[in-house]
T-cell receptor
Framework: DTAVSQTPKYLVTQMGNDKSIKCEQN?????MYWYKQDSKKFLKIMFS???????INETVPNRFSPKSPDKAHLNLHINSLELGDSAVYFC????????????FGPGTRLTVT | GQNIDQPTEMTATEGAIVQINCTYQ??????LFWYQQHAGEAPTFLSY????GLEEKGRFSSFLSRSKGYSYLLLKELQMKDSASYLC????????????FGAGTTVTVRA
């Protein structure tokens, strides 16, 4: 059974389009995250949710909007995609905000042309 | 915020030992994590330190000194499959328990 899953795995799209990435975890965790890993492999937090409540919202453009319909799901919608949005996006989950390690999904490689 | 420094690259021979150092600065330290990331894959959890001292897990050990803002990950009996990036990450309770990552250390194991 996959613990943290993301779809799609690859996403190629043109500038200006709107796209969504979905994430689901079956670990029963309360906290979920979105990270961005750029071409230099630097992994940076974007958002965190705890029990469907937004906790961390880093300096991310308004074009990025996370949504957590329930504790097991955290989706990421991106409007008006730009070239600089090209990166690998990882979803992760943990038992709680201060609860143990984070488990990462397989990542979504987004390429904006 | 946190400043997390670790070497960019290290190379070692199969069967040898490699030590990856990590220094950090944070005002609300709430734990230090090490993750392994193979190329094209997700990070996977290796170890967690919140108190000073050494945590051993098979071939991997991690050490923490909170007063020095210092940690290391020790990889023993290196195998080819250990070639990967190793990420040091610090959790900060004063930043909503945000986990901040270092840039990663790429370890190459040679035969």
């Amino acid at each position: 059974d996959t613990a943290v899953s993301q779809t799609p795995k690859y996403l190629v799209t043109q500038m200006g389009n709107d796209k969504s990435i979905k994430c689901e975890q079956n670990l029963g965790h309360d906290t979920m995250y979105w990270y961005k890993q750029d071409s230099k492999k630097f992994l940076k937090i974007m958002f965190s949710y705890n029990n469907k409540e937004l906790i961390i919202n880093e300096t991310v453009p308004n074009r990025f909007s996370p949504k957590s319909p329930d504790k097991a799901h955290l989706n990421l919608h991106i409007n008006s995609l730009e070239l600089g949005d090209s990166a690998v996006y990882f979803c992760a989950s943990s038992k709680g905000l201060a609860g143990g390690e984070q488990y990462f999904g397989p990542g979504t490689r987004l390429t904006v042309t | 915020g946190q400043n997390i420094d670790q070497p960019t690259e290290m190379t070692a021979t199969e069967g040898a030992i490699v030590q990856i150092n990590c220094t950090y600065q944070t005002s609300g330290f709430n734990g230090l994590f090490w993750y392994q990331q193979h190329a094209g894959e997700a990070p996977t959890f290796l170890s967690y330190n919140v108190l000073d001292g050494l945590e051993e897990k098979g071939r991997f050990s991690s050490f923490l000194s909170r007063s020095k803002g210092y940690s290391y990950l020790l990889l023993k009996e290196l195998q080819m499959k250990d070639s990967a990036s190793y990420l040091c990450a610090v959790r900060d309770r004063k930043s909503d328990y945000k986990l901040s990552f270092g840039a990663g250390t790429t370890v190459t194991v040679r035969a």
